[in-house]
C-alpha cells in the first residue's frame, strides 16, 4: 500500500517527504477538477506536518468520493455508500476523537441524496474537515443534474435545469456552521490555504470546492465550467495561513487585514478584498450569498467562522484516548457491580 | 384443595398431617380432622358477582381458588394477573371475568389469620431471583460487553433498551473526571444509526444500535455495506407487528426472515435469538464478541413480550470470557509482518486480519470500500478476484455455526419433535406439559438461539419423524430458513406453525394445533 | 465444410448439386465436382499468426471457419464476436485467441468473389428483426403501458432505462399544446423516488421508477407501505453485481430474494422476470396491469447484460389488452352502492375496492395507513381483525400465480429438467443443445417468469426427477423461493446451479456443470 | 366514514355544515396543542368553501402525524412512514394536480428523520400546505428531544438539549421557499388567518405551529411548553385573510398595513406590529429570524412570502387534468407510433 519514502529533497517537520502523502494513481477523466482537490489535500497535510497515520478519510459514492483512493495511502479510508459519508464519519470519530477526520463527498452525494445527514452533521459540529468537490452534476452517472446546479445551466444534451440551486454554504451557515468557506479547485493558493485553516479548525469545517466536470459539465452554458467560474469568482479576501509558531504580523491595518485565530493557534490571515465583509457575521454572510446567487457571482473565500461553537466530542465529554482502544478494565465494569444491580432487581 | 362434593371426604382423609386444605366452604369439611389447616373459600359467592352465567361459573369457580392458593402461597396479584393474562390473552371477555375471578379468591384469602406453614419455603424458591425487562437485561449485559458507542433513533417496542443503557452508562462508566468512557448519540434517523454503528466498528469502537421493524428496513443498504466490508456492529432489533407500521405496541416474531437476508445482493448475516431475559443479558455480550471476531453485524432478535414486559429471572452471571476484540493486528505485528493484505485469508477461517484507523504504522492502513475488492482491498473486477471473495465471506458465516450460541435441547427419545426460538419459549414449554397430561403425548424440544443453525438443529430434525416448528408470523420464517440449510431429505420432517395476531403466544393454541395434526 | 482429411472426400461426394463447400485449401478438393461452389480457406495459413502452440492451432482452425462462414452468410463482425465473446466470455486469454481466429477466417472469406447463393435467404431471416438494448425496450414498454408518473434517480445500470423513457416521452407524450401527459421527476435518492411513485399510485397515477440493488435496499421501509396499504406501483431493478455497492458495471441475478421478500415484517411481492428484451417490453405493459389489479407493488427483475447489452428481437407488437386499471369505484358506482369499505373482500379475491382522491362522493373518501386497519381502514389491533388482514394479504397474492407471465417450457419427456430465468435463458439454451450434442443429454426446460410460481412450476418440478436451477448469483436465490414453495417431496428433486462473477453466463459453464452432476 | 351532515344552522358558500368537515374522535392527550390545530384546520377549509372531496391529506407518523384521522373524514387521507410524507405528498399532486393538498408532520417527522425531503419539497415549491405541529420533541415515542429543541431546553428528566434548534422556517426561506409562517396552536385569529393564506397560495406553503406536547414537554424550562411560548411570542403583524370578492379596504396607510396577494385572488392582511419588517425581504426575514432565535423569541406571523416563485406542477408544463384519471386513448400512443419505433430499430 504505502509508497516507501526515497531521499527526498524537501520533507516537513517530521521529516516526510511530500511522496509518502501520494496515494494512487488516479482513474478519474484527466482534467477532473477533483484531480486538482487531491492534491491540494495532501499538500496540506504535508505541510501541516500532520503523520498521514492520523488521518482517516471518508466518502460517499461518485468520482469525487473515489479521490481518497488518490492521496495519502498511508492513511486509513472508508469509501461507504452513496449520501451516508456523515453518519459513518461522526461515528468513526466518536470512536477515535484523536484522528484527522476528512470526508470528501459530491454535489448529488451531499446536496440530493445526502442532505439529511449534510444537515445533522453540521448541527453536531461534528469535528472533521467536510470537503464537497461541486461540479453540479452527478459525474460517476454520466452527467445527470444534481441540487447544486444553477438555474439556467444546461446539459450537453440541452436539458435546462430549473429548480434552485441548494447552497451547501449558505444552509450550512443557516444551520449554526462553525466553518464555511468556498473555493475553485483552479485556485491553488486560496484553496490550500482554506485546507490548511480547515484542518486546524476544531468543529465540522466545510469547504464547497468548485470541481468541473470537465466531461460532462464544461461545457458553454454551464455554470460550473472553468470559463464562467474564473469569469465570475468573487474572492472575499486574499487569505494565508499561519502557524501557531510565527509572530502575530505587527504590521497589518485592521481596516483591510484580519485574521482568525484556530483551535491550535494557528490562523487564517485575510486580506479583505471586499469592502465590509465580516466573515464572524452569521446573517451578513447569508445575506451577501443570497445576493452572490441572484447575482450569478461564485463568491469563494472564508465565507463564515465561529470557532466557540463547541464542538461534538467536546460536547459529549468524552475521555481524552480513543473509546476504541480504551482498555477492558475501563469499559467493563468490575463484578460487584453486576452484584449490585442484580441486588437491586431483587 | 377440596372442591369436589363426591371426593372431597376421601381426599381429606388421604392427607398428611399439617397439610393445608383449601375447601368449598358449603362442604364444611373442617370437622374431619383436628392436624390439618382449614382455609374454607366460599367459591359460589365469590363467583356468583362475576358472571351470571351458570355454564361459566363452574370454570370460574377454580380460577378463583387459583387467586386464594396465590395470595396464600404470598404471589404478587400482578404476577398471576399477569400469569392469567398469558392464558386467556386472546380472549378479551373470558380473560375479564377469569381475572375477576381470581382477584376475588385473592382478596377473599387475605382474611384468612393463618398463613401457609410452607408459605416461607415457597419464598426460598423465589428468594434470589430478580425481576427484569428484556430490554433492561439488554442493556445490562451491553454495559458488561464494554459498549462504546450507542448511536439510535427511538422506536416502541426498541427505545427503552436504549434509554436504559444510557442510565447505566451515565451511572458507571464515567469516570474521577466525569469524562465519558462511551458515546451516546441520538441520531436523526436509522440510517444514519447504523451508518455512525459502522463508522464506529470501522473505527475500533464496540458499536451497537437498537431498532424494530421499521428501522431495519431503513438498515438494508448500511446493512450490505457491514456484510461486504467486513465491519463489526451489533444491532438490536426488538421486534413488533408488521408489515410496515403494523402494530407498534403488539409483539411478533416477523423480522426473522428478512433480517438473516437484509440488503441487496448476495447478503446474509449472523442472528442472535434470545429466549429470556437472562439471554438478553447474555447474547447482548456474546453479541459484540461474535461481531469482532466474524467481523460483521449481528443481529439480535428480541420482541416485545420479551423485552417490554418483566419477568422473574435468575441473577445474571459476570460474563467469564475475556472481551473477545477478534483479529487485530497493532503496531507492533506491521512491524514483524512488514505489512498486511486485509482480506487475505491466512488462517483458512475466511476471516482476515484488520488494522484500526490511527495505528501508528506506514503500512496499516487499507481502503475500505463496498465496491469489489481483492485481498489488498483494492478496486477489482476481476471474475475470479470477485467470486473468491464472495466464497471466503459465505465460508466465514459458516464458521459461526458452532461458535453462536448453540441450541438448548430438552428431552430426548420421543419421535415427536418442537422447534421454536426467542420468547415462544414459554408457550412451547408450557404446551409440552399440557400435550403431556392431556394426551401422554411425549415431546422433545430445541430452541433454536441462532442463524446460521448449529449442526445439532440438523440433528435434532434427523433424529424426530416430525419436527413443529413454533413461531410467531405469518410466513414461518424460521422454518424458511430451515428449508434453506436443512438438506432436502430432512425438510419433509417440517410442520411449520406458525401465527400472529399481535399478541404473546399461548401455550393453548400450541397444544390445539399440535393435537389437531397428530390426530389425538 | 470440409476440413478433415479423412472424410472429406465421402462427405463432398454426398453434397446436393449446388451446395456450398468452404474447405480447407491443402485438401485441394475443388476438382472434384463441377456441380458445386468451392470456398478454399488455408486453415493453417491463418492460424499460424494466432499462436504459436500446435495444440491450440487446431481447435483454432474450428474458429476460422466460424468467421469465414459467418462472412460468407453477411452477419457482421460485431455480432459474430459478440457471440465468441459469449461462449469464451470467462478466459480472456483463449477468447482473445479465437477472437483472432474468427477475424481472420472472416477477412479471408471477404476476398471470395462469388457470394453465397443462399445468402439472400439468410437475410430473410433477419430481416424484421430489431435490434434494441432491454432498457429501451422496457422503456417503450412503459410508455405503451401509459405510464404517467416516472420518477428516478440515477443509477448504472437502470439510468438509461428511465433516460430512454424520458425521451420517448418528450417526443410522444404532449399535446398540441405543448402540455405534458405525464410528469417525471428526479428524486433526491431512491427513499423519495419510490415514496413518489406510492404517492402518485395512491393517487391514481402509473406510476414506476427504475434503479438497481443499492436502491431496492433503499426502498425498503417503503416497499412494505405499498404491500400493507395496497398501493399499485411498478419498480425495475436492473440487478448488478452486489453485495453492497459491488461491481456496478457487471450482471448478476442477486437481488431475487430480498426483492421478493423485500421489507420486515410478513411483507410478500410480486415478481416479474424478463427473459428477452421482447419481454421487457411486453412485461412493462404486464407490470402495470398486474400492480393496478392487485393493487400492490411489482417488481420487475431485469439485469445488466440484459437492460444494457443490444440484442437482436422480433419486432414488439401492440398491446392488445385494454389498460386494466383494476378495481376503482367512481361517484357513479358510490352512489349507487351508497358506500364501501376499502379492505374488504366483497369479490372472494383478496382484492379490495379501492376509490381515487379527489372522487366526488361524500362516501368516497378512506383513511390509508400502514398501520394495522380493519375492513373499512380505521385503526385496529384487535388479533383477529389483523389476523385476518394478514392472511386475506397472503391469498391477495397467491391469486396472481396463474395470472401473471406463465413459465415457457421447451421439450418433455426427458428425466432432466432445467429451470431458469432472465438473462440466463440464453446460455440454457445453448447449454441445452451442447448436451444433446455432445453426449445425447436430452432436457426439458423451464423458464420461469413471475413470482409467485404457477402451478406449471410445480408440476415442472414433478415431471422430473432432477431439476437444476440455473442462476447467476451465489447463494442459489430462486431456487430458496422454490423451497420455501413447494412440497417438501419435490424440493429434495432441485439441484441449485448458482454462480455469479459479474460476466453473463455462458453455456460451456451449465453444460459442464450438469454433465459433472450427471456424471457422464 | 363521513358524518352525514344534520339540519345545520351555519353554512358555507357549497350549502356545507361544519360538521361535514369534522374527523374522527381525538385519540391524542387532552389539552395536546395537535388537537387544536385540527379545528383551526377544518374551519379554514369550511370558511373557504372547499369541498372536502377536493382536499387530500398526508402525513408521516407521530401524535401529529395522526391528526388528519381526527379531521375533515370526508377528505382522502394518507398516513404514510416516517418522515417521508413530503415524496408521497409529492407523487400524489402530481398524479392529481387539482387537489388541494395539505401535509401535517411533526418536528421529529420533518426536522430529524425527514428533513432531507422537506428540503427538496420546498425546492421543488410542491403546491401544498404543509404544517409542522412542533412541540420539540417525539410525543409518541414518549418524549426524546428532536432537531427542532432549543438550546437549553430541559426534559421531565433533567435531560438538557445542546444542539443548536434547528428552525425549520429559517431553513426553508434559506432554500427558495414561496411561504413561509409560524404561529402557535394557541393563537386562534393569527393561525386561522395564516392557514387560509396558505391554502390559497400556490406553492409550498409552510406553516411552523408550536404546539405543546402537554404530557411531555410543558413544564418549567420546556421553551416549547404553552407558558414560554405565551410569554416569548412575538408576532410581526396582526393578520387577516381577505376574500377574493372583497373589495382593497381603502383606508389603510401603507406604512402600518400591507397586503399579499394570493393566487385566488384573495388577499392576507398584514396590520404591522413590528417596524420596518418586510415579508418580502429574504435576506431580511433571516437575519430577523437569526435575531429572534439568539433572544429566546417565538417570532410568529408571515415571515416570508414570494407568490411569484412558480409551483412545481408549472414548471413541469402538465395537462390541467388529473394525470390519474386521463383516458387510455391520451396515455397509450397508438399502434402506428410502435410500427414506427420498431422499424426505427431495424
Ligand atoms: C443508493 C445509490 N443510488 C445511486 C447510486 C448511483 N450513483 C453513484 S455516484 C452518484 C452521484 C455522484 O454525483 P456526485 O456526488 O456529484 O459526485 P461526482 O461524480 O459528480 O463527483 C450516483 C447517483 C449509488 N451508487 N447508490
Ligand atoms: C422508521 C421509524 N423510526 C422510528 C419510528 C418511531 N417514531 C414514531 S413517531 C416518532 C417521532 C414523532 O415525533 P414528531 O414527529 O415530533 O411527532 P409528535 O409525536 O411529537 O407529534 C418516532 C421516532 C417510526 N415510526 N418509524
Ligand atoms: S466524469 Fe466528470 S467528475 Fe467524473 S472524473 Fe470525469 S470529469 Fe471528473
Ligand atoms: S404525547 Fe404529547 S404530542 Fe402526543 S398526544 Fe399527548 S400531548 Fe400530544
Ligand atoms: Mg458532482
Ligand atoms: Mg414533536
Known amino acids: ?346 | 384443595v377440596a372442591m369436589n362434593p363426591e371426593s372431597a371426604q376421601e381426599d381429606v382423609a388421604a392427607v398428611p398431617a399439617g397439610a393445608a386444605v383449601v375447601y368449598d366452604a358449603p362442604l364444611a369439611l373442617s370437622g374431619a380432622r383436628a392436624d390439618l389447616l382449614w382455609y374454607p373459600v366460599p367459591f359460589d359467592e365469590l363467583v356468583a358477582p362475576v358472571t351470571g352465567e351458570a355454564r361459566l361459573r363452574k370454570l370460574l369457580r377454580n380460577m378463583v381458588y387459583v387467586g386464594t392458593l396465590a395470595r396464600l402461597l404470598d404471589l404478587e396479584l400482578p404476577e398471576v394477573e399477569r400469569a392469567v393474562g398469558r392464558v386467556f390473552g386472546k380472549k378479551a371477555k373470558a380473560l375479564e371475568l377469569n381475572l375477576a375471578a381470581a382477584r376475588a379468591g385473592y382478596e377473599h384469602a387475605r382474611a384468612f389469620a393463618r398463613p401457609l406453614p410452607f408459605r416461607a419455603a415457597r419464598m426460598d424458591a423465589t428468594r434470589g431471583k430478580i425481576i427484569v425487562d428484556g430490554n433492561a437485561a439488554a442493556a445490562i449485559g451491553s454495559m458488561f460487553a464494554g459498549v462504546t458507542v450507542l448511536a439510535w433513533y427511538p422506536i416502541t417496542p426498541s427505545s427503552s433498551l436504549a434509554e436504559a443503557l444510557i442510565a447505566q452508562l451515565k451511572r458507571l462508566r464515567h469516570d474521577p473526571d466525569g469524562k465519558a468512557t462511551y458515546a451516546v448519540l441520538q441520531a436523526e434517523d436509522e440510517l444514519a444509526a447504523i451508518g455512525m454503528v459502522l463508522g464506529a466498528g470501522w473505527a475500533g469502537a464496540r458499536a451497537m444500535t437498537a431498532t424494530s421493524g421499521p428501522g431495519i428496513s431503513l438498515m438494508s443498504e448500511l446493512a450490505g455495506l457491514g456484510y461486504y466490508a467486513e465491519i463489526p456492529a451489533v444491532v438490536w432489533d426488538v421486534q413488533r407487528v408488521g408489515p410496515s407500521t403494523g402494530l407498534p405496541t403488539r409483539t411478533a416474531q416477523g423480522d426473522v426472515l428478512s433480517t438473516a437476508l437484509l440488503s441487496h445482493g448476495d447478503t446474509k448475516h449472523l442472528v442472535l435469538l434470545p429466549g429470556s431475559v437472562e439471554e438478553c443479558f447474555s447474547m447482548a455480550v456474546e453479541a459484540f464478541d461474535l461481531a469482532e471476531r466474524f467481523q460483521t453485524p449481528v443481529f439480535v432478535l428480541s420482541d416485545l413480550d420479551l423485552g417490554m414486559n418483566t419477568w422473574m429471572a435468575e441473577p445474571f452471571t459476570y460474563p467469564e470470557r475475556p472481551i473477545d476484540r477478534g483479529k487485530v493486528l497493532g503496531r507492533a505485528e506491521l512491524e514483524r509482518l512488514g505489512g498486511f493484505a486485509r482480506y487475505a485469508d491466512v488462517d483458512g477461517d475466511g476471516i482476515g486480519w484488520r488494522t484500526l484507523p490511527g495505528t501508528d504504522h506506514p503500512r496499516a492502513a487499507y481502503f475500505t470500500r463496498g465496491t469489489g475488492h481483492d485481498e489488498a482491498s483494492g478496486y477489482s473486477e476481476k471474475p475470479d478476484v470477485y467470486e473468491k471473495n464472495l466464497q471466503r465471506l459465505a465460508r466465514k458465516l459458516d464458521g459461526a455455526r458452532e461458535v453462536a450460541p448453540a441450541p438448548v435441547a430438552d428431552g430426548a427419545g420421543a419421535a415427536v419433535g418442537l422447534l421454536a426460538y426467542g420468547s415462544s419459549d414459554f408457550a412451547v414449554r408450557e404446551s409440552r406439559a399440557q400435550l403431556q397430561a392431556e394426551r401422554g403425548l411425549a415431546t422433545d424440544y430445541l430452541r433454536v438461539r441462532a442463524v446460521p443453525f448449529a449442526r445439532a438443529v440438523r440433528e435434532f430434525v434427523a433424529a424426530h419423524e416430525r419436527v413443529y416448528v413454533v413461531e410467531q408470523n405469518r410466513d414461518a420464517q424460521l422454518a424458511g430458513l430451515l428449508k434453506l440449510d436443512l438438506e432436502p431429505a430432512l425438510i419433509g420432517r417440517l410442520r411449520p406453525l406458525a401465527r400472529t395476531d399481535g399478541l404473546p403466544l399461548d401455550a393453548r393454541t400450541v397444544t390445539d394445533a399440535i393435537l389437531a395434526q397428530e390426530g389425538r
Chains 1, 4 share one sequence.
Open chain 1, 1 to 346: 500500500m504505502a509508497a516507501t519514502a526515497p531521499a527526498a529533497p524537501k520533507v516537513n517537520r517530521l521529516g516526510l517527504a511530500v511522496l509518502e502523502y501520494k496515494g494512487g494513481k488516479t482513474t478519474l477523466c484527466a482534467g477532473c477538477g477533483h484531480n486538482a482537490i487531491s492534491e491540494r489535500i495532501l499538500e496540506a497535510y504535508f505541510d501541516l506536518g500532520i503523520p498521514p497515520e492520523r488521518v482517516a478519510k471518508l466518502s460517499g459514492i461518485g468520482c469525487s468520493s473515489k479521490t481518497p483512493a488518490y492521496f495519502m495511502s498511508r492513511s486509513h479510508a472508508f469509501n461507504g455508500v452513496h449520501g451516508r459519508m456523515p453518519s459513518l464519519a461522526t461515528g468513526a470519530l466518536l470512536a477515535n476523537r484523536t484522528l484527522h477526520g476528512i470526508g470528501v463527498s459530491g454535489d448529488g452525494d451531499t446536496a440530493s441524496i445526502g442532505v439529511g445527514q449534510f444537515v445533522h452533521l453540521v448541527r453536531r459540529n461534528v469535528p472533521m474537515v467536510y470537503v464537497v468537490e461541486n461540479n453540479g452534476v452527478y459525474g460517476l452517472t454520466k452527467g445527470q443534474f444534481s441540487a447544486t446546479a444553477d438555474p439556467g445551466s444546461t446539459l450537453k444534451t440541452g436539458a435546462v435545469n430549473e429548480l434552485p440551486a441548494l447552497d451547501a454554504c449558505a444552509l450550512a451557515i443557516q444551520l449554526g456552521a462553525s466553518f464555511v468557506a468556498r473555493s475553485f479547485s483552479g485556485d491553488k493558493k486560496q484553496l490550500s490555504a482554506l485546507l490548511k485553516g480547515a484542518i486546524a479548525h476544531r468543529g465540522t469545517a466545510l469547504l464547497d470546492v468548485i470541481s468541473p466536470c470537465v466531461t460532462f459539465n464544461d461545457h458553454e452554458g454551464s455554470t460550473k465550467s472553468f470559463a464562467y467560474v474564473k469569469e465570475h469568482d468573487e474572492p472575499l479576501q486574499e487569505l494565508s495561513w499561519v502557524p501557531a509558531y510565527e509572530e502575530i504580523a505587527v504590521d497589518y491595518d485592521p481596516g483591510t487585514t484580519a485574521e482568525v485565530a484556530l483551535f491550535d493557534g494557528s490562523r487564517l490571515r485575510l486580506k479583505k478584498l471586499e469592502e465590509g465583509y465580516d466573515p464572524t457575521d452569521r446573517a451578513g454572510a447569508l445575506t451577501r450569498l443570497l445576493a452572490a446567487q441572484a447575482a450569478g457571482e461564485v463568491l469563494t473565500g472564508l465565507l463564515f467562522a465561529d470557532p466557540k461553537v463547541p464542538a461534538f466530542t467536546d460536547r459529549l465529554g468524552l475521555v481524552e484516548e480513543p473509546l476504541a482502544t480504551l482498555p477492558p478494565e475501563r469499559v467493563r465494569p468490575p463484578r460487584a457491580v453486576l452484584e449490585a444491580i442484580v441486588e437491586s432487581l431483587r
